[in-house]
């Protein structure tokens, strides 16, 4: 069983999750990076091949993160999806595979065609954040 996490923080000004593991491991996860993978049902759908690509999500906030038991957390963003239960796993296999799951994600975008943003296409994307933590700076 995966350990709960020592420390979660929210930069609202970077619009990152920072989480921390007694073991070291430590994330910073951009609030849209978090959304777009939402293990609820509305994202990944009820089985293989119905995922549904989200788009317009680049702005995304959280406004809070709940306790789920011992094993997880819901986050709350604010446009209105609050479903689906992060587990410490799902949040370092997130963490282990950012660049990755969101280089697919760019993929996916491009090719369909849509957008991150809410209001439009863009020509260039750039990863939001990424794993820098153990900084010792400030929060944000």
């Known amino acids: 069983m995966i350990e709960q996490p020592t420390e979660i923080t929210l930069h609202q000004k970077s619009r990152q999750l920072e989480i921390a593991f007694a073991d070291g491991a ?3 996860l951009p609030y849209e990076f978090l959304r ?3 293990p609820s049902a509305e994202v990944r759908g009820h089985g293989p091949g119905q995922e549904v690509l989200q788009t317009g999500k680049q702005d995304v906030n959280v ?3 709940e306790p789920v038991g011992s094993y997880a957390m819901k986050i709350v963003f ?3 999806h609050d479903t689906g239960l992060y587990t410490w796993e799902f949040i ?3 963490g282990d595979h950012q660049e990755a799951l969101w280089q697919e994600y760019l993929q996916r975008i491009e090719v369909s ?3 991150r943003h809410s209001g439009g296409a863009e020509k260039s994307v750039k990863m939001p954040g990424g794993k820098s933590c153990g900084s010792g700076a400030g929060h944000e």
Do not use: K
Request: hydrophobic fraction near 30%.
């Open 113 to 115: 065609g849509a957008s």
């Open 78 to 80: 604010d446009d209105g």
């Open 63 to 65: 406004l809070g993160v």
């Open 92 to 94: 370092r296999h997130l």
């Open 36 to 38: 777009v993978h939402s």
């Open 26 to 28: 430590c994330y910073r």
